[in-house]
C-alpha cells in the first residue's frame, strides 16, 4: 500500500523508498505543455494505481485505484 506522500515537494531517495520495490513497478512525472506537474505510480502488476495532478494555480488532483482480487 503507498503512504500518503507530497508528491509537489522537494523528496529524495530515503524518504520516498519503497515506491519501487518490486519487479514491474512504474514511475512516471512529467511536466505538460501546459504547465501541469503530473506523478504516475503503478505497482503490484497494476492492481494498485496513484496518479496525481498539481495545476498552475496550486491545485492538486490525487487518484487512487485499487483493483480487487
Known amino acids: ?9 522537494k523528496n ?3 524518504n520516498v523508498s519503497g515506491i519501487l ?3 514491474g513497478d512504474k514511475l512516471e512525472a512529467r511536466v ?3 504547465n501541469r506537474k503530473v506523478v504516475k505510480i503503478q505497482k503490484d502488476n497494476g492492481n494498485l494505481k ?3 495532478t498539481q495545476y498552475p ?3 492538486v488532483v490525487e487518484t487512487k485505484v485499487t483493483k480487487k482480487k
Open 1 to 9: 500500500m503507498i503512504k500518503p506522500l507530497n508528491i509537489f515537494k
Open 12 to 14: 529524495n531517495v530515503t
Open 21 to 23: 520495490s518490486e519487479p
Open 32 to 34: 505538460t505543455n501546459s
Open 50 to 52: 496513484y496518479s496525481a
Open 57 to 59: 494555480n496550486g491545485t
